[in-house]
């Protein structure tokens, strides 16, 4: 995919227009490439290869808009922390795009503990500038708090921001009142989401635009 001519702008939201959740840090990178490859994503329903590789090259143009961060830590190393399954090819490409930034994996799960991952780079962690958390989809927020509540407590010196592709209105509202000092890049901010029956017992709640990427992703 050639991505030479693409425009990639990085502007903040303007919360007024979109719900009447008031956001500091919430910016959004756009180019006519990311929106396509979003709509492409947001309508494939089968997943596997070509699903995996939008994704990919998704990151690839999200890592790009963030030339101008990540630039200002070029003497630095800059860490790159995916969270599975979704996250996992979209880090991937931001990771190709930032030179110097290496890339690394929290474990997956609802129920994931971010420490048993992380605690074994905790040398290159400290020794990084920027670390960029990276969630495809954020509906509720909560996977992507416990990596980022964890990184807040343990390296408090370092620059932590977090990239997706899609975030919920509430999602993004949630994390900022959180955390309120995180900058949130994202590609799309979906205004509703959605609770699916899984099985008798179990709802999950999801973003209607893209579904479970992470089921799409293994496919």
Not at 198 to 215: A, H, L
Request: proline residues 3%; contains cysteine.
């Amino acid at each position: 995919m050639d991505h030479k001519d693409d425009k990639i702008s990085v502007k903040k939201f303007n919360s007024e227009e979109i719900i009447s959740f008031r956001y500091n840090h919430l910016y959004q990178i756009s180019s006519p490439k990311l929106e396509e490859l979003c709509e492409l994503l947001c309508l494939d329903r089968k997943g596997g290869g070509a699903f995996r590789d939008n994704l990919l090259n998704a990151g690839l143009l999200l890592g790009k808009g963030l030339k101008d961060l990540t630039s200002e830590f070029n003497k630095k190393l800059i860490a790159v922390i995916g969270i599975p399954r979704g996250g996992i090819l979209l880090a991937e490409g931001i990771c190709r795009s930032i030179p110097k930034s290496s890339l690394f994996y929290t474990n997956d799960g609802k129920n994931s503990d971010p420490k048993k991952t992380l605690l074994l780079h905790k040398n290159f962690l400290q020794k990084c500038q920027l670390i960029i958390v990276v969630d495809t989809v954020v509906d509720l927020g909560t996977t992507a708090e416990r990596t980022l509540r964890f990184l807040v407590q343990n390296y408090k010196e370092n620059v932590i921001i977090l990239i997706s592709l899609i975030t919920s209105v509430d999602g993004a509202y949630r994390l900022e009142k959180t955390f309120p000092k995180l900058s949130h890049y994202t590609s799309m901010i979906e205004k509703k989401t959605l609770w699916i029956k899984v099985t008798k017992n179990i709802n999950r709640r999801i973003i209607p635009k893209i579904g479970d990427v992470g089921e799409l992703t293994s496919k």
